[in-house]
């Protein structure tokens, strides 16, 4: 088989057709600089450059699409790169009616979001590779502005959190379009509100899911890899299958399914294999490349991208994750400061 281009990978494996090889893609939080769009930019493109991943996920601060309704992102950096909010937005039920429509292109947080990818868009090392930005779900978005409280808010007050939620999906909406309008490929879209560990199924149904597909089909038709994350346990997987999206990335090592009974229930590619803390930050080259045959094995190598279940955590060594690089026959290039 002639070598395909990244794209021509990607498509290839969300048709569920032969590809040249197995595409793989990581990524991670650079906490050192993603307060800063050209820092970012420049961290991402290095990590890039040293892995060459499939596709390039644009992975911004934790908190960048709350910050403008009023949440603070603390200092302290968790195990995986991301820093939580220290103070939130909606301390008590009117701070719900607050939560009005951005601009995203003026919005603090979304506007350097826009800006790394304005700064990545015609940096020569990106080649051929589909570049997507981080959007979070607005239920998703809802807690980070919350926190612990939203459980029982949508109990107590679910009319005004409907309404606040109507506002962040417009602003999310907006925010995809500028993004597919600068250039980038597609999204990687992170649910963080289809766990049974957060919300029962009906909440989920009644506030996050109508806005998850409202997100999802505003791109449709003009982005050529939009993936859905997954992120956490207990999954409402079956839920989050029906969305149409092209592939799908949750936690398969440790949050289940397997990628093989996820295949079975997705229309397009999987995205997974890899325990990136078990075995990319604590094991060995040879559990990595264990890892990556396994994944293999479970689908045929068909409809597959080889990858982590999330971010990989700060401090993954360098050697893991080029075993895997060189398990799949993908190109590594020494880069000073590109390791994770």
């Not at 009023?70 to 937005?89: K, L």
Request: with cysteine.
């Amino acid at each position: 088989m002639k070598q395909m281009s990244r794209r021509e990978r990607l498509q290839a494996a969300v048709a569920r057709r032969p590809v040249d090889r197995v595409p793989y893609a990581v990524w991670r939080h650079f906490p050192r600089v993603d307060r800063n769009p050209a820092g970012l930019a420049q961290a991402t493109l290095r990590f890039h450059e040293r892995y060459g991943s499939d596709f390039i996920k644009i992975t911004p601060t934790g908190g960048y699409a709350v910050e403008a309704w009023g949440c603070v992102e603390g200092d302290v950096e968790r195990p995986d790169g991301h820093r939580p909010c220290a103070r939130c937005a909606v301390r008590q039920p009117d701070d719900w009616k607050t939560i009005r429509p951005l601009d995203p292109t003026t919005a603090p947080g979304w506007a350097q979001h826009l800006e790394v990818i304005v700064r990545m868009g015609f940096d020569r090392r990106i080649g051929d590779a589909p570049v997507l930005p981080t959007l979070f779900s607005p239920l998703s978005l809802a807690r980070k502005l919350s926190g612990d409280r939203l459980a029982a808010d949508l109990r107590e007050h679910p009319s005004t959190v409907k309404d606040a939620l109507e506002a962040i999906a417009e602003t999310v909406i907006r925010f995809a379009d500028l993004a597919l309008t600068e250039g980038v490929s597609g999204i990687f879209y992170s649910i963080q509100a289809a766990s049974r560990s957060l919300f029962t199924e009906a909440q989920y149904a009644e506030f996050g899911e109508a806005h998850d597909r409202r997100v999802l089909e505003s791109v449709r038709s003009r982005s050529i890899l939009t993936i859905v994350h997954g992120h956490g346990d207990r999954l409402m997987f079956d839920r989050l299958a029906r969305l149409p999206g092209d592939a799908w990335n949750w936690d398969d090592r440790a949050a289940g399914p397997s990628l093989a009974d996820g295949q079975a229930l997705v229309p397009g590619a999987v995205i997974g294999g890899l325990d990136q803390w078990r075995t990319l930050r604590d094991g060995t080259p040879e559990q990595a490349e264990a890892e990556v045959r396994d994944a293999v094995a479970q689908t045929s190598g068909l409809g597959l991208v080889v990858g982590p279940g999330c971010v990989l955590p700060s401090g993954t060594p360098d050697p893991n994750v080029a075993a895997v690089v060189k398990a799949l026959g993908g190109p590594l290039t020494r880069v000073p400061g590109a390791s994770v």
